[in-house]
């Protein structure tokens, strides 16, 4: 039953509370924002750069993720109840996930020529975080159904939780209090909360899919949960439309919080016309994130949907990898094999051992790219490196999947190495170079970058004073390796002076 109390503000303009629940401040989304802030200031810098991002993606085309509309997100609806009428039935469920999908696709009761289509869907949960088959309906009966919001909303959380990177959790209670009483209907993360224990939607059961106005508030809290802010906020300021505001150019400027019966008109700023609004415009009351009368809600703008639109693909994309939103795997399969081997000399073949179970074909990929599709592999590394190789599986139920990795390393085992006789030849003597290395079968000497030999050995005789820089290559076909010696060659004084000259040398240089 519905109460309207009517109050004559302006001519011809009636403000009106549309429900036993008062709509004041039915919302507690900014007292959450707020407090989220407070527990992890460091991420207000990160909202902050995120709203920048998007600014710029708005006004300079800043390319982003780009992942393509149309998105569907996997939703689990956590009923927590004790044993009242809170406790809604699965067919409630369904009709307020219908609800919330007419009303981002402004089809149905809620196509009233006002908003647009968001190309944002949502699924009830088809299978569990484990990939078991769900209705992505679970109930948990708990005193916390009366829940006093400042104090209790992570224990109601931590009563149950889905892998929030995975699944859009919203819990249904019977109350949502504080001391002053219970006139919240709901309250959303915003996107900077993704994938934290807090994270998701809570509101009171009664309004899910109870009637299309009272659906208004999933609908709502939905638009929170994906980045928008009430169409209200920050009142009439209106500079910079991507800065102030709801920070959406295509909703007017509003600083009212009061609704306004369906059909009705006001207008609480003028200045409109400084985002681009040919006129000054009545308030959106209708829109999904206004305050107004739920039963007037009817609309997101472009605007809104590509604000949320974004948020998702670069904030909250880890949903879009969900496959909560997939059929179950009704014969589960684990992907697994063994390596003979992990850290290798180049040109080693290593023997991939399958070990899956309940698979029935295979794809074996090096670095993400197909290599084999038999039950066992091999593979011959001819090039150094890290490489991923990773098996895919698959049986006969189209709906399971599951792969592994394992990491291969492969090293040169060529190791360059010699041994002069002497470090400090006099000009015009000879020095015989002793070749120390392993693992390879070709050699190349050089001297100050001129080849001068492919033998083993090497022997050379330095024509004149100066600093010689003698390199050894040596090669396996696959790979290589280069050592470099200086040498010193110059006319030598007493016995000595040479002595200390080449303990200083070899103090210097090796
Ligand atoms: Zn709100």
Not at 77 to 84: K, P, Q, R, S
Not at 107 to 133: E, H, S
Not at 290 to 313: K, N, V
Request: aromatic share 12%; hydrophobic share 35%.
């Amino acid at each position: 039953m519905k109460i309207y109390s009517l109050f004559f503000l302006l001519p011809l303009l009636f403000l009106f509370n549309a429900r036993e629940q008062p709509d004041a401040d039915f919302c507690a989304s900014n007292y959450f924002r707020e407090a989220f802030f407070q527990e992890n200031p460091g991420l207000r810098d990160v909202f902050e750069l995120t709203e920048k991002a998007y600014a710029e993606y708005l006004s300079k085309g800043i390319p982003t993720r780009g992942q393509q509309l149309p998105f569907v997100l996997p939703v689990v609806v956590h009923i927590i109840h004790d044993n009242g009428a809170e406790n809604i039935s699965d067919a409630l469920v369904l009709q307020g996930i219908q609800h919330l999908n007419e009303a981002f696709a402004n089809t149905g009761y809620y196509d009233q020529a006002t908003g647009v289509n968001t190309q944002i869907q949502f699924c009830l949960a088809q299978r569990d975080p484990d990939g078991n088959a769900t209705t992505g309906i679970n109930r948990v009966q708990s005193p916390l159904t009366e829940l006093d919001y400042t104090t209790q909303d992570l224990a109601l959380k931590d009563l149950i939780r889905w892998d929030p990177l995975r699944y859009i959790n919203i819990w249904l209670v019977r109350e949502i209090c504080n001391n002053n009483g219970c006139a919240v209907a709901g309250y959303a993360y915003f996107p900077a909360a993704h994938g934290g224990a807090k994270d998701g939607i809570v509101m009171e059961a009664k309004w899910f899919g109870s009637s299309n106005g009272n659906s208004g508030v999933q609908i709502h809290e939905m638009g929170h949960y994906l980045g928008l802010y009430h169409t209200f906020e920050g009142g009439c300021a209106n500079d910079d439309c991507l800065a102030d505001g709801d920070r959406v150019c295509d909703t007017p400027p509003d600083e009212s919080t009061v609704p306004v019966p369906c059909g009705g008109s006001v207008n609480s700023c003028t200045t409109d016309t400084q985002s681009g609004f040919a006129t000054d415009q009545p308030d959106m009351y209708w829109n999904y994130m206004d305050y107004g009368d739920w039963d007037c809600y009817s609309a997101f703008t472009q605007g809104q949907a590509d604000r949320m639109a974004w948020h998702i693909d670069n904030v909250r994309y880890s949903l879009l990898d969900s496959d909560g939103c997939q059929d179950p795997c009704l014969s589960a399969l684990t992907a697994g094999f063994s390596s003979s081997a992990n850290l290798i000399d180049i040109g080693t073949t290593v023997n991939f051992t399958n070990t899956s179970t309940n698979a029935s074909s295979y794809q074996w990929l090096l670095d993400g790219v197909p290599v084999g599709n038999g039950v066992n592999a091999s593979y011959t590394f001819n090039n150094l490196g890290t490489f991923i190789v990773t098996l895919e599986t698959t049986n006969a139920d189209p709906n399971c999947f599951d792969s592994v990795q394992d990491t291969i390393e492969v090293i040169c085992p060529v190791v360059a190495s010699f041994e002069p006789t002497n470090l400090f030849p006099a000009p015009g003597e000879i020095v015989n170079f002793a070749n120390n290395s392993s693992g390879g079968t070709d050699f190349n000497w050089s001297v100050n970058g001129v080849a001068v030999a492919n033998t083993q050995s090497f022997s050379y005789v330095f024509p004149s004073e100066g600093a010689y820089t003698i390199c050894l290559d040596v090669d396996n076909g696959l790979c290589n390796d280069q050592y470099c010696q200086l040498i010193f060659a110059f006319t030598q004084q007493s016995d000595c002076e040479i002595r200390v000259h080449q303990n200083d040398r070899k103090r210097r240089y090796f």
